[in-house]
C-alpha cells in the first residue's frame, strides 16, 4: 500500500487518484478548463452501505455534468487501519472537474476490527453505489467506472490532506487566498498519544498484514498459476504514480502530492501531470 494507483479505467496513487503528452498547466492547457466558470462543484456525503455500521461518501459533482459521465472511485490512504475519506488530493479534484467527471471518495471499515473479507464487501458496495450513482439501473451498465487509491497516511483534525470545496475556483484552478477554517479545540487541548496510524508501522514491523488480509490477498502467487495469465490479461488498464524516496517503500516523500494542485510548479508534479495524461487517455479510449 504506497501508491497512488489510476486504474482503468482505474488510478493507484501512492506515495503520497489521456492525451499522451506531458500536461502542462500553460494557457493553451487551462484553456478548455474557462468554460467551468458556468458550473458549480457541489458537495454531498450520502449513505451508501449499511454493514456493521452506516458507510458513508462523499460526491463531489455538478448538475451541469452529462448523465451517464464517467465516476471516479476513490478510497482514501492509511494502511487500511486509519485515513478519512475527506483526505483527497486537490489536482485529483481538479483533474475530476475538468473532464466533468463524479468523484466518490468512499469510507470502509478498518483492519483490525474489520476483516479483510470486509473490507473487500465495503469496496463492492461503493462500487456498485459509483455504477449506479444519479442514474438508472438500466444506464448502469454503460457507466464507465474509474478506480483510485492512495496509499498509507495518518489523518487528524486538522489534516491538510481534507479537502474543501473552497480550495478550487469555479474555473477548476487553485484558490490561494484559501485558509483553512479555525478548529475547536478539545478540553484538554491534547492529541491521541498512540493515533491510530500507528497500527500501519506496528503490523508491518511484526509482519502481520499477511494474518490480516491473507484470506483476500495472500500475495503474488496466483500469478503463476494456470489461471494467472487470464486474469492477468483481464487485468484493466492501471497508472501508478510512484515517487523514488518513499520511506515506507524505499521510492519519493510517502503521499508527497496529497495536498498539491495540478498546476504547482514544484518537483514531482510533472510526473503527476503525466499520470493524469496517460489516465485520460485510457478512459478516451474506455469510452469511445
Not at 93 to 114: E, G, H
Request: include cysteine; proline fraction near 7%.
Amino acid at each position: 500500500p504506497a501508491s497512488h494507483r489510476l486504474t482503468g479505467t482505474a488510478i493507484t496513487h501512492s506515495s503520497s487518484t489521456i492525451s499522451a503528452e506531458l500536461l502542462i498547466p500553460t494557457p493553451e492547457i487551462l484553456q478548455p478548463l474557462m468554460h467551468l466558470d458556468t458550473m458549480s462543484l457541489n458537495k454531498t456525503t450520502l449513505v451508501f452501505s449499511q454493514r456493521t455500521i452506516p458507510l458513508e461518501c462523499d460526491v463531489y459533482s455538478s448538475t451541469e455534468y452529462p448523465l451517464i459521465a464517467p465516476v471516479f472511485l476513490y478510497f482514501h490512504s492509511g494502511g487500511l487501519v486509519s485515513g478519512s475519506r475527506e483526505c483527497v488530493p486537490p489536482w485529483l479534484v481538479q483533474v475530476c472537474f475538468k473532464n466533468q467527471w463524479t468523484l466518490i471518495s468512499a469510507s470502509y471499515r478498518m483492519l483490525p476490527q474489520a476483516k479483510a473479507s470486509g473490507l473487500l464487501q465495503d469496496a463492492t458496495d461503493a462500487y456498485s453505489f459509483a455504477l449506479r450513482w444519479a442514474i438508472t439501473n438500466e444506464l448502469a451498465p454503460n457507466r464507465k467506472v474509474i478506480v483510485g487509491g492512495s496509499s498509507a497516511g495518518v489523518t487528524s483534525a486538522n489534516n491538510p490532506q481534507v479537502f474543501h470545496v473552497e480550495k478550487i475556483l469555479p474555473d477548476g484552478a487553485k484558490n490561494t487566498a484559501f485558509v483553512l477554517p479555525p478548529l475547536s479545540i478539545s478540553d484538554d487541548g491534547n492529541c491521541d498519544e498512540f493515533p491510530r496510524g500507528c497500527l500501519y508501522d506496528y503490523y508491518l514491523y511484526r509482519n502481520e498484514f499477511l494474518n490480516l488480509v491473507g484470506e483476500i490477498d495472500p500475495g503474488y502467487e496466483w500469478a503463476e498459476s494456470e489461471m494467472g495469465e487470464s486474469r492477468a490479461a483481464a487485468w484493466p488498464p492501471t497508472t501508478i504514480i510512484q515517487g523514488d524516496a518513499d520511506e515506507d517503500v524505499d521510492l519519493s516523500p510517502h503521499l508527497y502530492e496529497a495536498t498539491r494542485f495540478i498546476e504547482d510548479d514544484m518537483s514531482g508534479m510533472d510526473a503527476v501531470r503525466q499520470a493524469v495524461s496517460n489516465l485520460e487517455a485510457d478512459v478516451a479510449r474506455a469510452l469511445a
